[in-house]
């Protein structure tokens, strides 16, 4: 069974740039999930979606950040414009959604912005 | 809200030493309790898991016991290998009715030969 996969592996770009991230989640998983992980600390949610509606966005920075997941399948997450403080690894993940379920994680984009 | 806490690191253990890494939680309601483990250079994997009071996950000799009463869930292994260096991370899910989880800051262990 293929894993969750996302592009681009790095990203190096100047503050005030735009950059968006790709993410394929699992077949057949309905929940997706976007998690964004400074240098230190813990995973932190940024916007989880059931098929291709929202179910939870409270911590995502609407004022530069956004997401999509079109056709409840694919889904990209999208800086513009970019800070210092949004350097960290986004982490895309997927399950069926019941709060007992694995989440599968992807291999994570580290962004870096100067 | 929902909060986890772990012990901080690095643990440095030499190999075959116990390894206990301490997580401790706050939530409401009865949340699914989670170790995730981050080797070098790669992603999250799920190490194990335990959806109710009492419950014992175990998976490559790691082991971990859900106790409502101290809201802890304690990782244990008996005797760490090098290839056991990594970073883990306890984390919580399900308190408010989401599949959302918490992660706590994560704990570095490393093992020398």
């Known amino acids: 069974e293929a894993g969750v996969a996302q592009s681009p592996r790095y990203k190096i770009i100047e503050k005030r740039q735009s950059v968006a991230f790709w993410c394929n989640p699992i077949s057949g998983h309905a929940t997706l999930y976007w998690y964004q992980q400074i240098l230190g600390q813990g995973p932190k949610l940024l916007i989880q979606?059931?098929?291709?509606?929202?179910?939870?966005d409270s911590q995502l920075p609407k004022d530069r950040f956004s997401a999509e997941r079109l056709k409840g399948v694919d889904s990209t997450l999208k800086i513009q414009p970019a800070k210092l403080e949004d350097s960290a690894v986004y982490l895309c993940?997927?399950?069926?959604?019941?709060?007992?379920?694995?989440?599968?994680f992807g291999p994570g984009t580290r962004l870096t912005v100067l | 809200g929902d909060s986890v806490t772990q012990m901080e690191g690095p643990v440095t253990l030499s190999e075959e030493a116990f390894l206990t890494i301490n997580c401790t939680y706050t939530?409401?309601?009865?949340?699914?309790l989670f170790w995730y483990v981050q080797y070098p250079g790669e992603g999250l994997q799920l190490l194990l898991k335990?959806?109710?009071?009492?419950d014992k996950g175990s998976n490559k000799g790691f082991e971990a016991t859900y106790r409502k009463e101290t809201t802890s869930f304690h990782l244990e292994k008996g005797s760490v290998q090098v290839s056991d260096s990594a970073v883990y991370f306890c984390?919580?899910?399900?308190?408010?009715?989401?599949?959302?989880?918490?992660f706590g800051k994560g704990t570095m262990l490393l093992v020398s030969p």
């Open positions: 979606f059931q098929n291709n509606g929202v179910v939870d």
């Open positions: 984390a919580l899910s399900g308190s408010s009715g989401y599949s959302t989880l918490t």
């Open positions: 939530a409401t309601g009865y949340p699914s």
């Open positions: 993940a997927s399950s069926s959604g019941l709060r007992t379920d694995t989440q599968y």
């Open positions: 335990a959806t109710k009071a009492d």
